[in-house]
């Protein structure tokens, strides 16, 4: 009897084990991302990721892996003092013209002017999807949780644990959602005084350079993408570990709901179902259905 307790338990925590290795990650900037550009103005080590920005060039990672369903997170600790011209973004991913993509990119600003937190999304290659907002917070003193919640029924931006903002599955009607390619996590920091701050009006004052974003304790939480097996399988309820498919996590909580309200009525700055002149009257599909 002790023998067949002690096999059960070794199988419980292999069993475990395994789940753990398969949606887990809590990153080591060295070990797990690649350098795509600017390995001159990248510095990791110990967990902590320095970017940096000046005239001849920026800098950005990319995670190793890619993943379908979950959440991945990070501290960020944006650009301080004058910004203006400079984008740090925090997003994932995949390649190619149909691509999906799920965007955090936080535009610099002026000394004492607030940043704006961009969000995006794009499903089969199709974006222009844009919330942004103030952040009721400075970014720059201090780091901030960001997060990504993504599911089959819907991807949910976090800050501090906040939601600001839901896009929900549709894809029954027509409406192209993100879950069927795994995506890589990216970070970067650019320039892009052309439109950046006040629509591109105020420019990037390079005698500030360098300038430098922090990012630490990145983890993600996340189905590993294996290729068009992984569609299935990362959806599968039935999985355990597929703990993003339960059905808790399919709808945000009323406490959360009425958090996000807060910050969406108090901080929100732009909505693109609402600006009804840049797209002629006729209104992405997904404005007319329920958002939350």
């Given at each position: 009897?002790?023998g067949l ?6 199988f ?7 789940i753990?290795d ?23 080590s ?14 950005a ?9 979950g ?5 960020i ?10 984008v ?13 993509e799920?965007d ?20 089969k ?28 029924t ?6 501090d644990?906040?939601p ?11 409406i ?15 320039s ?28 993600a ?31 945000l909580?009323r406490?959360?709901?009425?958090r ?14 609402k ?17 939350f």
């Amino acid at each position: 009897m002790v023998g067949l307790r002690v096999q059960t338990l070794i199988f419980l925590l292999v069993t475990a084990l395994a789940i753990l290795d398969r949606t887990f990650v809590e990153a080591n900037f060295d070990k797990n991302f690649i350098v795509t550009w600017g390995k001159h103005h990248i510095g990791t080590s110990n967990g902590n990721l320095r970017l940096v920005l000046d005239k001849s060039a920026g800098s950005a990672i990319r995670s190793k892996v890619a993943h379908l369903f979950g959440t991945v997170e990070m501290l960020i600790k944006l650009v301080p003092g004058n910004s203006a011209g400079t984008v740090a973004a925090y997003y994932m991913s995949s390649t190619g013209t149909a691509h999906d993509e799920i965007d955090f990119e936080f535009l610099g600003n002026s000394t004492g002017e607030p940043y704006t937190i961009h969000t995006n999304i794009f499903a089969k290659g199709k974006g222009d999807r844009e919330q942004q907002f103030r952040p009721w917070f400075n970014p720059t003193n201090g780091f901030h949780n960001y997060t990504i919640h993504w599911n089959p029924t819907e991807v949910v931006w976090f800050v501090d644990g906040t939601p600001i903002r839901v896009f929900r599955n549709y894809e029954k009607e027509g409406i192209a959602y993100p879950n069927k390619q795994g995506m890589k996590v990216f970070a970067s920091l650019w320039s892009a005084d052309d439109w950046a701050t006040q629509g591109g009006r105020v420019k990037t004052n390079w005698t500030l350079a360098p300038f430098v974003a922090e990012g630490r304790r990145y983890k993600a939480r996340a189905c590993l993408w294996q290729g068009p097996v992984s569609i299935k399988q990362c959806a599968d309820p039935t999985i355990k570990s597929n703990w993003w498919t339960s059905p808790s996590f399919s709808q945000l909580t009323r406490t959360q709901l009425d958090r996000m309200q807060k910050i969406r009525s108090g901080f929100m700055i732009y909505d693109y179902c609402k600006d009804t002149k840049r797209f002629n009257g006729v209104m992405p599909p997904e404005c007319s259905k329920r958002q939350f």
